[in-house]
């Protein structure tokens, strides 16, 4: 940020197992969502090495890391990021316009995608005739679209209330059952229900449990 240097991640040491349900705790500006993005190829680190699966992402250049976004992650926001000029069935179908996927099966995948998350009844809708919850799962299902192994969610229930929110949890752990890994940035603990694994983050480095802990009673 111009003359400031901001360090968001330093000495990061984490492994995330496949198929694992990880959800991702830590304060505000601790580096959770510079972590996501990272992963997933949205941003590049300084220095250090993101292995995921066989394809080291520092090591790719902005076509092979445009095709690993494209193909091996689903990214959720906490503020769902549709476009708003676009049906539900538009926005699920987007991403496959990149894919060169054939406009009637593009069409088809969206439609069970939607259907998948509960929204078969609300094809033709905008974003601004969605509630909140309705959004996010148009999100989903448009995360879905290219089958990736990977799901990354910022936040995804931050702007949810409890019902909606707890609808999207239990969205993401039906994408863990059926062999997704699900990494998770969330604030709400119930999150933790269903995860199969905790990464505490302070200062943009892991942290054990106890120190996490210890630290967030000092600052309470
Ligand atoms: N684009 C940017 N340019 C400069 N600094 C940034 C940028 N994005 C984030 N930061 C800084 O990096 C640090 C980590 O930010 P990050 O957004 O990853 O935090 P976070 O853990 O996701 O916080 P929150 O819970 O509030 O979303 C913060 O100090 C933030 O101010
Ligand atoms: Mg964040």
Do not use: C
Request: glycine share 8%; proline share 3%; net charge neutral.
């Amino acid at each position: 940020m111009g003359q400031q240097k901001v360090v968001a991640i330093n000495g990061l040491e984490i492994q995330i197992q496949r198929g694992s349900f990880t959800a991702i705790m830590g304060p505000s500006g601790s580096g959770k969502s510079t972590l996501l993005y990272l992963l997933g190829g949205l941003d590049r680190p300084t220095s250090g090495s993101i292995v995921v699966g066989e394809s080291a992402l520092d090591q790719m250049d902005e076509n092979e890391l445009a095709a690993y976004r494209r193909q091996k992650v689903g990214f959720i926001f906490q503020s769902f990021n549709l476009v708003q000029s676009m049906t539900a069935l538009e926005n699920v179908e987007f991403p496959m316009w990149f894919s060169g996927t054939q406009p009637k099966y593009r069409r088809q995948r969206a439609r069970e995608l939607l259907k998948q998350v509960g929204l078969e009844d609300r094809l033709l809708h905008r974003p601004t005739e969605l509630s909140g919850g309705q959004q996010q799962r148009v999100a989903i299902a448009r995360a879905l679209v290219n089958d990736p192994a990977l799901i990354l969610a910022d936040e995804p229930t931050g702007n949810l209330d409890t019902q909606s929110g707890q609808n999207i949890m239990l969205l993401l752990s039906e994408l863990h059952r059926n062999g997704k890994t699900i990494l998770v940035v969330s604030h709400d603990t119930r999150m933790l229900r269903y995860a199969t694994d905790v990464i505490y983050i302070l200062d943009g480095r892991a942290v054990s449990e106890a120190e996490y802990r210890a630290t967030s009673e000092l600052s309470m």
